[in-house]
């Protein structure tokens, strides 16, 4: 089907640590992927986004992995400050693509 | 520029009442969505309006009806109110490249129906 999904629903970790957020995908045909942060009181904010042309992107302090054999991403955050304490998704588009769908996120605590 | 902009921010009903939320863009986005947020959901796609003049079904469409006014506007109405509707809502738009499935999402609303 077309669903993704997290691993864990919470993560908490040290200032200064790395995180790591995952995300499991069962549509063996999604070639897009987005990840979003959602802080308390907002709506998502758009993170990164990954092609399935491609195994990994880089962005600032992020990277977004992706494992098309396992059909995994990850998010991985360097250097964790407070303020990415947040609920983060991931998403693909539905079969038509005309839309996203969206897992049911992961919190991260960032304690100092 | 505003982005998304969604009104009203908070709103408590009663059962059977109706309201309109409201979602206005000013990025000339061609497609816009309304979704609902609830406690360990996730966001679940309610309507969805790839241009202005269609609109079509989500995830999780019963109970709401909507309508695109002009390529700005997507509203989203709820004829009689029932608790299980009690929820945040987020409205979206994207823009014209299909491929391009970056959405940018409003402050939210609110909603609790006693």
């Known amino acids: 089907g077309e669903s993704v999904g997290l691993h864990l629903p919470t993560l908490s970790v040290q200032e200064g640590d790395n995180s790591i957020i995952n995300c499991a995908y069962s549509n063996s045909a999604s070639d897009y992927f987005i990840w979003y942060k959602q802080e308390s009181g907002k709506g998502p904010q758009f993170i990164i986004d990954i092609r399935s042309n491609m195994d990994k992107r880089q962005g600032q302090r992020v990277t977004v992995l992706l494992n098309k054999t396992v059909k995994h991403l990850s998010l991985q955050i360097a250097a964790t400050q407070p303020g990415d304490s947040a609920v983060y998704f991931c998403a693909d588009p539905n079969q038509a693509g005309t839309a996203l769908i969206f897992g049911k996120g992961t919190t991260l605590s960032v304690s100092s | 520029n505003a982005g998304v902009t969604q009104t009203p921010k908070f709103q408590v009903l009663k059962t059977g009442q109706s309201m309109t939320l409201q979602c206005a863009q000013d990025?000339?986005?061609?497609?816009m969505y309304w979704y609902r947020q609830d406690p360990g959901m996730g966001l679940r796609l309610i309507y969805y309006?790839?241009?202005?003049?269609?609109?079509d079904k989500g995830e999780v469409p019963n109970g709401y009806n909507v309508s695109r006014l002009n390529k700005r506007e997507f509203s989203l109405r709820l004829e009689s109110a029932a608790p299980s509707q009690t929820s945040v809502y987020f409205c979206?738009?994207?823009?014209?490249?299909?491929?391009?499935?970056?959405?940018?999402f409003g402050p939210g609303t609110r909603l609790t129906v006693t």
């Open positions: 979206a738009s994207s823009g014209l490249d299909i491929r391009s499935y970056e959405q940018y």
């Open positions: 309006s790839a241009s202005e003049g269609t609109t």
């Open positions: 990025m000339n986005h061609n497609s």
